[in-house]
């Protein structure tokens, strides 16, 4: 090769190289599209997963093993019920509307935190019927607009802008958007320190993966009148279980809006990245060490096709009919859930709101890299914009239906998240009723009941951890909420590779884990908003005090029994309860207006599972934020503004706007229209089976009937025949 064709081949390598860099260290502009479609754009559509958005197209297709899962034309969709989300037409509607508003065209610096249906007022909800014309369609705006919050209400029909405020009361800001938490991500590789201190713990920049941590609030002076993240980052070298190779010590703070880097924190240079030696969760790679198959495959099937149907957002199964949607926020809404009374044929109201309204998962370690880890998982990053596609015959059986998201980039684009929800039957073997005779009275009766029960399921990636969140309705009329938890520990790096090395006095804050990897202690708290509507809005808070009542002397051998005390709740003080197992208690919800035939008033009760509460000091300023997880029930007066349990604006906030807040201003409930709060809690010490994947735990609550029927409402249910069921082909034996 002579000298000039070798200049050549050398500048034609050094370009090509540094495309490939320029490439792979800075995102792709957003696709100029009219919506965005998370099947081709889903690096756009996760958040805190990774460092760097897909660059490669994620194809995803929808399954079509049923008529129930055939592909919809989003862009076609109109709204049919009052409560339906926003359509594509009517994001793109909104998005022209605010172009031409003064506030944004006065401004590029804008981005719009979140667009969603304003529901029109509870009151005409309920009077609308099916047939009537829709109610007017308007959109609930969140912008922020050169740091400034701005709450607008875009009325659809006539394109106005109205309800203009500004400002928060809580000191907080809005729900980061998916631009908001990818921009951040590069800042830290503009820095000079950041790359050095990379480079000297030999970690190449290529194998980075890094994530947006919220930072909390704690009143120093850096966070005054500015929105900032913490960045920490992790090697990807050899796994694609980067969690399990932190690079310890390293936080990078940075201001989200000017894009720069505020302050770094470096103080685990000691500390080595752990090896990452088969952390690798896929399939792919395990099987390579020898399939575990346990069981044979084992499938649900249904010759006549499911017993639900969807008609857009409404829902009817067996005795039940609802109104489900996505939210970015919340994730799965329930509304209008009705079940059907056996012995009227009506339907009757149960619920007409239900959604999870806020996480907590605080971190129990208090130094300096891992203090702020308080995350407030709805508010600060978006629920429903971390649900990630399900995947069809693991996530969702073979019988399911599959339900999109529609949500909108900081732009307003709309974009769709496909396979959001999921809906199926299950039927898992248990029994719904049961009595058999026995010998002794000569009567020959066994009667029983097979339990087969409806299922919404979202579940949500948020970063590591993934949130499968459940709700199942059963025909005898209970409800039950589900969280299980799964996904992969946030771990900590450590010097230690085995327990002997540690001395006795040392705090680790969890469990090691695995050489040079800590498991660090954190809980997880669930709060579900629950419009109860019994029978109608105006409905009591009873609790049903369970005491030991002692017999007199000569009344009876027992020497004591229990008895049931019923306490009507007056106001909302009285409804502030921490569970106690000693100090048992029923906690029903009912309609004083509306009696059985023997005169019990009607209602539903709250039925706790396992739950965990925290034990923070309520001065403590991650509490303090999320003082909603002071008590485990509250009951509110519903208030429209009241719907998210840390806030309006949680990002930052301080604790001034948080349901705590509200319920301590003690208003009337009894007899009135009342929002029941319930939450799920999680204490979590890893232990080495979480390592490198964690088996899903679960915990739920239960809404269950209580008076509300005359009598077991799925009493005149059959049994199974065997005519009835399908007969499979049985596997061929060898």
């Known amino acids: 090769m002579d000298a000039r064709n070798l200049l050549r081949f050398l500048v034609l390598s050094i370009s090509v190289a540094l495309v490939l860099l320029i490439s792979w260290v ?117 912008a922020l607009v050169k740091g400034v919050i701005y709450t607008l209400t875009v009325d659809l029909s006539t394109s106005q802008v109205t309800n203009l405020q500004t400002g928060s009361a809580s000191g907080g800001y809005p729900t980061m958007t998916i631009e908001d938490m990818v921009g951040v991500l590069d800042v830290p590789l503009k820095n000079i320190e950041f790359n050095r201190t990379i480079t000297q713990r030999g970690v190449n920049i290529a194998d980075l993966a890094c994530l947006p941590i919220s930072s909390g609030w704690y009143g120093t002076p850096v966070e005054e009148n500015r929105r900032l993240i913490k960045v920490q980052c992790y090697s990807r070298k050899g796994t694609v279980n980067f969690y399990m190779k932190p690079i310890e010590g390293l936080t990078v703070l940075v201001d989200m809006d000017r894009k720069e880097v505020v302050a770094i924190s470096d103080n685990g240079q000691n500390i080595p990245v752990a090896n990452g030696i088969d952390t690798d969760y896929r399939y792919s790679i395990q099987k390579l060490n020898g399939e575990l198959r346990l069981v044979n495959p084992i499938s649900l099937e249904q010759p006549k096709g499911p017993s639900f149907t969807i008609d857009g957002h ?55 890299g891992w203090y702020f880890k308080t995350y407030m998982d709805a508010g600060e990053y978006g629920f429903g914009l971390q649900a990630m596609p399900l995947d069809p015959l693991n996530d969702c059986p073979r019988n399911a239906y599959y339900m999109d998201g529609v949500f909108t980039s900081a732009d307003g684009t709309p974009y769709v998240q496909p396979n959001m929800i999921c809906i199926f039957e299950s039927y898992a073997g248990d029994i719904a009723w049961r009595h058999a005779e026995c010998p002794i009275t000569d009567m020959k009766i066994t009667e029983v009941r097979p339990k087969v029960t409806l299922v919404v399921r979202m579940a949500a990636a948020v970063a590591n951890y993934d949130y499968i969140m459940d709700w199942e309705f059963q025909m005898d009329g209970l409800i039950r909420a589900k969280v299980g938890l799964s996904g992969i520990l946030m771990v900590k790096g450590t010097t230690y590779d085995n327990i002997n090395q540690i001395p006795d006095q040392e705090d680790l804050y969890g469990t090691l884990l695995s050489e040079n990897i800590i498991g660090v202690i954190h809980d997880h708290f669930i709060t579900y908003y629950l419009d109860m509507d019994i029978d109608g809005s105006d409905n009591s808070f009873v609790k049903v005090n369970i005491k030991k009542q002692e017999t007199s002397p000569g009344e009876s051998p027992r020497k004591s029994y229990l008895k049931a005390v019923r306490n009507v709740a007056k106001t909302e003080k009285e409804a502030q309860i921490r569970l106690k197992l000693y100090d048992p208690s029923e906690f029903h919800v009912v309609n004083p207006f509306k009696k059985t035939r023997v005169g019990n008033p009607v209602g539903y009760k709250l039925v706790p599972g396992a739950t965990a509460a925290s034990l923070l000091d309520h001065e403590d300023p991650p509490q303090k934020r999320a003082a909603f997880t002071n008590n485990q029930i509250w009951v509110t007066p519903y208030n429209k503004s009241e719907q998210w349990a840390g806030g309006l604006y949680v990002y930052q906030s301080r604790g001034d706007d948080t349901l705590q807040v509200w319920s301590n201003r003690d208003r009337p409930i009894e007899n009135k229209d009342i929002v029941l709060w319930y939450t799920v809690g999680f204490h979590h010490i890893p232990c080495q089976e979480d390592y490198p994947i964690m088996p899903t735990v679960s915990s739920s609550f239960d809404l269950k009937p209580v008076n509300f029927f005359e009598r077991n409402p799925i009493l005149r249910m059959p049994p199974n025949f065997e005519d009835d069921l399908p007969v499979c082909k049985a596997h061929d034996s060898a």
């Not at 399954?63 to 076609?76: A, G, V």
């Not at 926003?86 to 065209?105: A, C, D, G, R, Y």
């Open 314 to 368: 409404l829902v009817k199964w067996a005795n039940w009919e609802f109104h489900l949607k996505a939210d970015p926020r919340a994730g799965i809404i329930i509304s209008q859930a009705k079940v059907r009374d056996p012995d009227t044929s009506k339907l009757r109201n149960v619920i007409y709101k239900g959604f999870t309204s806020e996480l907590f998962v605080p971190y129990m370690d208090p130094t300096d």
């Open 26 to 142: 800075h995102l792709p502009s957003l696709p100029n599209k009219e919506f965005l479609d998370c099947n081709l754009y889903s690096g756009w559509c996760t958040s805190k997963n990774r460092f760097h958005s897909s660059t490669k197209p994620n194809l995803i297709k929808k399954p079509s093993f049923s008529k129930h899962n055939q592909q919809k034309q989003h862009e076609l969709d109109v709204p049919h019920h009052p409560l339906d989300p926003l359509t594509i037409q009517e994001f793109n509607k909104v998005q022209t509307i605010l172009s031409t508003h003064p506030l944004f065209k006065s401004s590029s610096s804008h981005s719009l935190n979140s667009i969603a249906l304003e529901e029109p007022e509870k009151e005409l909800v309920l009077k609308w019927k099916k047939g009537d014309p829709l109610l007017p369609r308007k959109a609930s705006v969140i």
